[in-house]
């Protein structure tokens, strides 16, 4: 896990301001859901535009290099955008923000999800109906740049590498080059209603003795709510074991070692799991979780920044902190996301597309993307925003940072997904033996890639 090493480096410089709250322990060492189906958040797209309004006012920048790049890039003569992103608040108020700098530069904001834009603009962008800028997960980045699908992000390329923490960076490099602004990150944690818990447990084992507790599975009341076999939140499991997906490097599809000794043991701990969570996995779903947290009717749930703004305003005095240790002792080592902001290919006007990219993640874009979101910035200098460090929810999300690595984001990724929730759907019903269940998913995923 030499990379879990190298993530924890920067995000604890640039992040963590304390020790870890209760659950992290002294934690020292290693650092979008099933992106093929639906937005991680568990939002649906809509179709919503935003109309453009006027005003002009001073940028306020992250960090710029020495030669201030922002100021060199000229927009093309008539230029005018359309951003997709899936927030209808962000939308509307990003194009005023926009608007308020560039009030020569029209600008549209359409509701694309964040994980269907890429499917979207392969379809529209050659009838000229797509986007000029769009949001993705990263994972969907080398796909786009294989394809001919985004633009290179030559001119801002020493900018991103500069002002943006190492993985975010990588997960934006497809063959050594950078296809996209790096926006925002995020990852699982565990959240925890503090009127049903006093200290949240440190391991699994304590879990699995509050569930004993707790259960009553007659009455719909469980310790802990999660989508159980969605491979973006079942994955630490087997991560917290040494289970590296395509290898060492994660960039190897010859390498992607379900049939692995680690990846056993971290599925046949999680084949312990439904004891603690006793439902079918069908019924294990984001609406139960989000619905029976925000009721105050669940002590824990795994679940991400994007749940902080339902739970605050359903009224849960609620915190977050780090998954519980394994029985081997170490922490769950979860997948992370970071969304990308990229350029079609497709644009008319490249060079003003490149600047609203950027745009994007500055610091008053960044502080609204909280404020509709609570995204956490990509970039080594958001990361010390005022917002970010003031904020004992997203402090909770980035503990759990330290412990999870991006997704891998070669091409095959997007194979994954089907067969690894179906290895995690026949052990949790018991339909399979985990080494069954790994073996069965490892045949049906080589057997859909090109060799």
């Known amino acids: 896990m030499k990379n879990v090493k190298k993530v924890l480096a920067l995000l604890v410089v640039t992040a963590l301001t304390g020790s870890c709250v209760a659950g992290c322990g002294n934690a020292q060492g290693e650092q979008q859901g099933n992106t093929e189906s639906k937005d991680i958040t568990g939002t649906e797209a809509s179709a919503d535009n935003t109309a453009v309004t006027d005003g002009d006012s001073n940028e306020t920048e992250n960090k710029e290099p020495e030669n201030n790049v922002a100021d060199e890039l000229m927009p093309e003569e008539g230029a005018s955008l359309i951003l997709w992103m899936d927030n209808d608040e962000y939308n509307e108020r990003i194009v005023s923000l926009w608007n308020e ?4 530069i029209p600008l549209t904001v359409e509701n694309v999800g964040t994980t269907d834009a890429r499917t ?5 962008g050659p009838t000229g109906m797509g986007c000029d800028v769009f949001v993705q997960p990263h994972d969907g980045v080398a796909i786009s740049a294989n394809s001919g699908l985004i633009l290179e992000m030559d001119y801002y390329s020493d900018y991103i590498k500069e002002n943006f923490t190492e993985n975010a960076v990588e997960a934006v490099t497809y063959e050594g080059a950078v296809y996209a602004f790096p926006l925002s990150m995020k990852t699982i944690a565990l959240f925890y209603n503090k009127a049903l818990v006093d200290e949240p447990v440190k391991t699994w084992e304590e879990m699995k003795t509050f569930a004993e507790g707790y259960n009553d599975p007659a009455q719909n009341k469980f310790a802990i709510l999660w989508q159980a076999v969605e491979p973006y939140y079942a994955h630490g499991f087997l991560g917290g074991y040494g289970y590296e997906m395509f290898g060492e490097s994660h960039d190897d599809k010859d390498q992607l070692g379900w049939d692995s000794k680690e990846a056993l043991a971290g599925m046949e701990f999680f084949n312990t799991l439904s004891d603690i969570y006793p439902v079918n996995s069908a019924d294990a779903t984001w609406d139960v979780m989000n619905s029976m947290f925000s009721a105050g009717e669940a002590p824990y749930v795994l679940t991400g920044p994007w749940s902080i703004a339902d739970f605050k305003s359903a009224g849960v005095d609620f915190g977050v902190t780090c998954l519980p240790l394994l029985p081997n002792g170490e922490h769950p080592v979860t997948l992370s996301t970071v969304d990308t902001v990229c350029i079609s290919s497709y644009t008319e006007y490249p060079d003003a597309a490149m600047m609203l990219a950027k745009f994007l ?28 460090q003031a904020d004992e929810h997203l402090q909770g999300v980035l503990e759990q940072t330290v412990y999870s690595l991006p997704m891998p984001y070669i091409p095959e990724m997007s194979n994954v997904w089907s067969p690894y929730q179906k290895a995690f759907t026949a052990v949790w019903d018991k339909i399979q033996s985990p080494e069954e269940a790994l073996a069965a ?3 049906e995923f080589y057997s859909t890639i090109v060799q």
């Open 101 to 104: 700098k560039y009030p020569d």
């Open 120 to 124: 979207k603009l392969e379809l529209d």
């Open 361 to 388: 993640t500055d610091e008053e874009a960044m502080t609204l993307l909280y404020e509709t979101k609570n995204e956490i910035p990509a970039s080594i200098i958001g990361q010390s925003f005022e917002f970010v």
């Open 441 to 443: 998913a490892q045949e």
